[in-house]
C-alpha cells in the first residue's frame, strides 16, 4: 500500500461521515434537480412561454450535456485529482440552480439546464473517485461499500426530495424557488466539502505536467468518438419523444444523424482494439468486456435504470392524465420510492458483507420488475386507491436499482485499474444515463403507438391502453435484467473481501 492510500485509510469516523455526506449530496442534488424539472414543467412551460413542442428540452440538454462529457470528465478527474473535479461540478451546479431560477426564457433555461449536464459529469466519477481513493477496497471495504450505498441511496431521495419540493413549491409560492433553495443547499454542501474531502485525494498541486499528463495519458480521439456518438443518440432519443416525432423522425436529417451514432460504436471498438495493439492509452480496453461480471454489470444498469424512470415517468402521466391528481398530490405519491430506496441503502450498507451479487441482485431486479406489472394489472379509469396499488408499485420500483447501484460500483472500480478510478465512475453513469433516456423514450413510442392504434376508444382510455403496454414493457426489461445477472454473476463471490 502507497503512504497516500496510508494516510486515507486511517481518516476518523467524523471525518469519514462527512467526507459520505458531501459526495452523497453532490450527487444526489442533480437528482434534486431533475426531479424538480419532471413535476414542475407544466407549470414552467406557460410562464417561460416554452411551446409544447420545445417542454422535453430542458431534460434533454442535461442527459445531451452529461451523455457527452461524462467520460473526458472522468479521465481528467484521475489526473487533475477526483476532489478538485468535484469541488468544480458543485459550483457548477449551484451556479446552474440559481441561474434556473432566475431564467426568462427558453432559451435560457434549456442553457442551464446543459450547464447543469456538464457540472454532473464532473461530480458524478469525481464522487466515485473520492471515494475509491479515501476508502481503499484492500484496507476500507465496509467503509467503501457504505459510499458507494450512500450515493445510491442519495441519488433516490435527491429526486423524490426533488418531485415533493416541485409539486410543493409549484402549487404555493411559485417553482422558482424551487431552484432557489437548491442552490442554497449545494452552496452549504460545498463549504462542508472544502474541509471534509482530504486534499491529498488529488496528489498534488496542478502544475505544467499534469497538463503534459492530461495531452498525452487520456485517449482524447476515443473520447470524442464515445462522447460523438452518445450526444447524436441522446438527440433522437429527443426528438423521438418530442411532440411532432411522427414527422421528425422520417427527415433525412434524423436518419442520417441516426445512422451516424451506429456507425460510431463499432468504429470506437475498432479505435480501442488499435490503441492497445499500440500500447497506448485506451478509454476502455476492448479486453474488459471478456469480464463476464463487469459486461453482465454494465447490460443490468442500462436495463435497470431504464425500466425504474420510464415506470415513475409513465406513473406520473397516469396520475395526471388519467386520474386527474394535481402537481402537488402527484408528487407526494412517489414519496415510497426515495424512504425505501433510502432503507435499502441503509440495509445493504449492513449486509454487503452477507450477500452474494449473484442472489441480491437478481432479487432486487425481479422486485422492481414487481411494480410495474402491478401497475399494468391494477390501474384502471377510475382506480385504484393509492393504498391500493401505486403505493406498493412506488416501494417496489427502485429497489433493484438502488441494489444494483452499490454493486455495481464495486464491480466497476474493482475492474478498472487504481490510477482511473474516476473513469470507472464515469462508465457506470454513461451507462445510467443512456438507459434512462432509452428507457423513457421507447415506452413513451410504445404506448405513443398503441394510444394511437386503439381505434374507437375514448381518449382517457386510450391513453390509459398505451400506459399499460409501457408497463408491460418495463416489466419484461426488470424480469430480462434478472436472468442477465444471474448469468453474468453467478461466479462472483461476496465483494467486501480483503483483496491482495
Known sequence: MTEQAEVLSHVSRSRAAGIIACITCITGIGNLLAGLLTVGIPVIAPDLGIPPAQQLWPTAAFALACGCTLLPCGAVADILGSRRVSLLGGLLQTASALGAGLAATPVQLISLRATAGLAASFCLPGAVGVASHVFPIASSPRRRSIAFAAMGGGQAVGFGLGLVLGGMFSDTIGWRWGFYVTAILN?????????????????????????????????????????????????????????????????????????????????????????????????????????????????????????LNASEQLTALYLQDIRGTSALTSSLYFLPAPVCGLLTNIAIGGLLPYLRPSFAVPAGCLVSGIAPLLLATLCHLDGPGYWHGI?????????????????????????????????????FNM??????????????????????????????????????????????????????????????????????
Open 187 to 307: 452552496g452549504a454542501v460545498l463549504t462542508l466539502a472544502l474541509w471534509a474531502l482530504p486534499q491529498s485525494v488529488d496528489g498534488g498541486p496542478v502544475d505544467q505536467g499534469s497538463f503534459s499528463r492530461l495531452a498525452h495519458e487520456v485517449d482524447w480521439i476515443g473520447a470524442l468518438l464515445i462522447s460523438t456518438c452518445l450526444t447524436l443518440l441522446s438527440y433522437e432519443l429527443a426528438v423521438a419523444t418530442g411532440s411532432n416525432a411522427e414527422r421528425s423522425i422520417h427527415q433525412p436529417l434524423h436518419i442520417a444523424i441516426l445512422r451516424a451514432a451506429v456507425i460510431l460504436l463499432p468504429i470506437f471498438g475498432l479505435w480501442m482494439r488499435r490503441q492497445a495493439r499500440l500500447g497506448r492509452p485506451t478509454l476502455i480496453p476492448n479486453s474488459m468486456w471478456a469480464n463476464l461480471p463487469f459486461t453482465a454489470t454494465c447490460i443490468t444498469v442500462f436495463l435497470v435504470w431504464g425500466t
Open 391 to 427: 403505493f406498493q408499485a412506488m416501494a417496489l420500483n427502485p429497489l433493484g436499482a438502488d441494489l444494483m447501484y452499490t454493486i455495481a460500483n464495486l464491480v466497476m472500480t474493482a475492474a478498472f485499474p487504481n490510477k482511473t478510478q474516476a473513469l470507472a465512475g464515469s462508465v
Open 431 to 500: 451507462l445510467a444515463q443512456i438507459g434512462k433516456s432509452v428507457g423513457i423514450t421507447t415506452s413513451a413510442l410504445i404506448a405513443r403507438q398503441i394510444t394511437t392504434h386503439a381505434d374507437g376508444i375514448g381518449s382517457k382510455e386510450a391513453l390509459l391502453l398505451g400506459y399499460r403496454g409501457g408497463w408491460w414493457y418495463n416489466c419484461a426489461l426488470s424480469f430480462l435484467s434478472m436472468v442477465i445477472s444471474f448469468w453474468g454473476l453467478k461466479g462472483l463471490g461476496k465483494l467486501e473481501i480483503k483483496r491482495d
